[in-house]
Nanobody
Framework: QVQLVESGGGSVQAGGSLRLTCAAS????????MGWFRQAPGKEREGVAT?????????RYGDSVRGRFTISRDNAKNTMYLQMNTLKPEDTAMYYC????????????????WGQGTQVTVSS
């Protein structure tokens, strides 16, 4: 049974940093992609960043976070990370970990597994 558990969310002031962690259990998709998505109140869930688990260097970022967020993974620990720097109030959202996409697209149906989310709140 695959389980994805996010952690690391919290409340920070604008300009601060947080590091999100997604721990995967029962999952061995080394040749698949994982990603981070987020959903703000009243908005649709959107893609934040994706990573190809095998290489780790094949990454993709949403326009609003490129240059501020960094996605990475540790295959030995079956864990994915999202380092978020220079946070802005508009980054406030529930952040979700997703796994098992073949191509790392932004299309959410491409991902077979999802975590429950971790809340990130950025105050001005």
């Amino acid at each position: 049974q695959v389980q994805l558990v996010e952690s690391g969310g919290g409340s920070v002031q604008a300009g601060g940093s947080l590091r999100l962690t997604c721990a995967a259990s029962g999952y061995t998709g080394i040749n698949r992609c994982m990603g981070w998505f987020r959903q703000a109140p009243g908005k649709e869930r959107e893609g934040v960043a994706t990573i190809y688990m095998s290489s780790g260097s094949m990454t993709r970022y949403g326009d609003s976070v490129r240059g501020r967020f960094t996605i990475s993974r540790d295959n030995a620990k079956n864990t994915m990370y999202l380092q978020m720097n220079t946070l802005k109030p508009e980054d406030t959202a529930m952040y979700y970990c997703a796994a098992d996409s073949t191509g790392g697209s932004w299309s959410q149906p491409d991902y077979n597994y999802w975590g429950q989310g971790t809340q990130v709140t950025v105050s001005s």
